[in-house]
Structures are given as structure tokens and as C-alpha cells.
């Protein structure tokens, strides 16, 4: 059985503390970032609060967040501009541990599927510029 384990996620789950409140951007290039903002469960495992979205930095909205984790931070530094955070991780990228912690999670959940049935999930579906003549 296999589950899909969101890279946002996996960003967030490393600065799980109770009362957390994560927003998670990493550098998407070309301008953007991939981004979304969780929270912490009792059990200690985080879960999205808004859809995980890719947008320019400026159109990011932190919500309530009192983590800012992921590389968009250190590429786009105007992110941090006049917002407040208890902490920021600038270098922070999916581990192979927290994919496997939520992994676990939703597969004692029954959520699993077979591999034959996985399908990759892309918030950015146009990947090419084409550049004028």
C-alpha cells in the first residue's frame, strides 16, 4: 500500500510543536512559491488548514502562523516583510523521517491505496516559458 505524502507537509511536520501554527513556502522558481499553512493535531502530526497553493510571494497569506519554514523565505525575502513570527527556518526541506511519520499515520488510517493506483500531485501544472521571438 502506498500514500501521498504532501512535501509542504513533510516541511511543517519538523517544527510540530503543540500551539504551532506553520506556514510552509518553498522557492517554486520562476518567481513563486509553493505554499500552505498547517497546524498541529493532539497527536502531534500536522494538518493543512487551507489548500497548498502556488502564487507569486506577494500574494501569500500567513494567516495566523507563528512558524515560517521552507527556502521560499531565503529566496524571496520580501515574504518577511512586515510580518511577525516566533520563528523562521529559512533552510528547512522535506526529511525523509517526517514523510514517513505522516506516511504511517495515514496508512493505520486505512487511506493507503496499491502502487498501481499512485498519481503524482502538481500545484503547478505549466512548467515551460516560452519565450517571445
Known amino acids: 500500500m502506498t500514500v501521498g505524502i504532501s512535501d509542504l507537509a513533510a516541511v511543517a511536520q519538523q517544527f510540530a510543536a503543540a500551539g504551532a501554527r506553520i506556514l510552509v513556502c518553498m522557492d517554486a522558481r520562476m518567481n513563486e512559491v509553493y ?5 498541529v493535531t493532539p497527536d502531534g502530526l500536522v494538518r493543512s488548514t487551507a489548500p497548498e497553493r502556488v502564487d507569486r510571494p506577494e500574494a501569500v497569506d ?3 502562523a507563528t512558524v515560517f519554514a521552507g527556502t521560499g523565505f531565503g529566496a524571496y525575502p520580501q515574504l518577511l516583510a512586515g510580518r511577525t513570527a516566533v520563528a523562521v527556518h529559512s533552510s528547512a526541506r522535506p526529511d525523509a523521517r517526517d514523510i514517513a511519520q505522516l506516511a504511517a499515520s495515514e496508512l493505520r488510517a486505512g487511506k493507503g491505496q496499491p502502487p498501481e493506483r499512485a498519481q ?3 500545484l503547478r501544472d505549466q512548467v515551460a516559458v516560452v519565450k517571445p521571438p
Open 120 to 122: 503524482p500531485v502538481y
Open 62 to 64: 500567513p494567516g495566523d
Open 35 to 39: 505554499w500552505g499553512r498547517f497546524e
